[in-house]
């Protein structure tokens, strides 16, 4: 009896999660000029500098431990921030990629192409970086994160520049620039 | 037909075999049934072997879907196989507790076979499907409507199949014609989503612009300026 019921209420949990999960597929695309006033501002170099161990180490050595700990807390803190705001625009620029990817000209097609695929990794690394930044904030010892993810959304960011520049002859509109 | 005409086959031919078998197993479920004199066995064993061969493309179709999802892009297929290899193989675990526990309610053998293989690929199904869109929406990975469809079907249909089959399990000849019911309806929710979703496809662009415009990529410019302060 006990199973059965068990069996019954997974069935229904997962009935009302798929059909709350699958919506969002079903519905119709967004307006790209909103989903660009969605961006928010990521500054990747004060990212780096929040991860850097060196930085660390040097906090690390000139504050008294108490002191230290609090600060790395908060630094972790808008760390994690940071990390959500890059996963977050990650997720419009795949939306671009996805635009880019129903062009007419191969070379745009393929750009969009590595702009999805970027922004999957970046979501990738952002999820499992998290964790290790909270685990980090809990323990300062511990090593918050590798540069990979500051790398990933500088490249990002440099295809989607690629792909606003070859945009433009597909326009005729080389000579504007 | 619609899927055939639309050349949807070349995307997901094994969903477009499921949907073939699926209308063979019923014409040869209604030849067995209006046979004269109509033999239970037989009809049992048909059931039995369409259920079977069904959840093996059914399967298919779920392979076929984390594929077209997530496994052809590169940056994910590494770190996600492992991850959905564990749980389909928890969900395999999960299906033969779940088939030894529950199975011993029947007393013929056949239904025996025919209540083990409905539970089980059902409930594999509705985990796979369910572990899909965590995925998706952990990710945003963007679906096209017709094949989040295709995916939002069976997993109506499953988790439906799900409780029914745990339903029939429990009250046993009881709860036949109900859960048959329940089970019946799901599929016709499930052709229903499939059909609307194919529709859909026809109409839904994920831009309304087919093309972007000069004025979308310099206020894409813009921003990309302010987001990489450096």
């Not at chain 2, 940056?75 to 996600?80: G, N």
Request: charge should be positive; include cysteine.
């Amino acid at each position: 009896m006990t199973i059965a019921i068990i069996f019954i209420v997974l069935g229904l949990l997962a009935l009302i999660l798929t059909i709350y999960l699958a919506k969002g597929h079903l519905s119709k695309g967004g307006d790209l000029e909103k989903l660009a006033t969605q961006l928010r501002t990521v500054d990747v170099g004060a990212f780096c500098n929040l991860i850097s161990t060196s930085e660390q180490q040097y906090l690390r050595e000139h504050l008294p431990p108490r002191e230290f700990r609090i600060i790395h807390r908060e630094r972790m803190a808008a760390a994690v921030e940071y990390v959500r705001c890059a996963a977050h625009n990650a997720s419009i620029l795949m939306r671009l990629g996805e635009a880019a990817r129903q062009h007419s000209d191969p070379s745009v097609r393929q750009a969009g192409e590595k702009l999805i695929e970027n922004g999957l990794r970046l979501r990738l690394y952002a999820i499992q970086v998290i964790p290790r930044l909270y685990l980090s904030m809990a323990f300062p010892k511990a090593r918050p994160t590798s540069d990979i993810l500051a790398d990933t959304y500088d490249n990002m960011s440099r295809q989607v520049a690629t792909l606003s520049y070859l945009h433009f002859p597909t326009h005729g509109m080389s000579s504007a620039i | 037909m619609c899927l055939v005409r639309r050349r949807l086959q070349r995307q997901l031919p094994i969903f477009v075999g499921y949907v073939v078998f699926e209308l063979v197993q019923f014409a040869a479920l209604f030849t067995v049934y209006l046979h004269s004199p109509f033999s239970p066995v037989i009809y049992k064993w048909t059931l039995v072997v369409g259920t079977g061969m069904g959840s093996v493309l059914e399967l298919g179709v779920i392979y076929e879907l984390a594929n077209e999802l997530l496994l052809s892009r590169s940056a994910l297929a590494s770190v996600l196989r492992p991850v959905l290899q564990v749980i389909l193989a928890l969900l395999v675990l999960g299906a033969a507790i779940g088939s030894g526990a529950l199975s011993e309610i029947s007393v013929q053998r056949v239904t025996n076979i025919f209540q083990v293989l409905d539970f089980s690929s059902n409930l594999i199904e509705a985990g796979m499907v369910l572990a899909l869109f965590i995925f998706a929406r952990a990710l945003r990975v963007s679906w096209r409507s017709w094949i989040a469809g295709v995916a939002m079907g069976f997993g109506v249909s499953a988790s439906i199949d799900l409780v029914s089959a745990s339903l029939r399990a429990e009250w046993g000849y009881r709860a036949f014609i109900p859960a048959d019911l329940t089970q019946m309806a799901g599929f016709h929710i499930c052709v229903v989503i499939w059909l609307v979703s194919l529709y859909l496809a026809d109409r839904t662009q994920l831009f309304p612009n087919e093309k972007l415009k000069i004025s979308d990529l310099e206020l894409w410019d813009q921003e990309l300026q302010r987001m990489v302060q450096r």
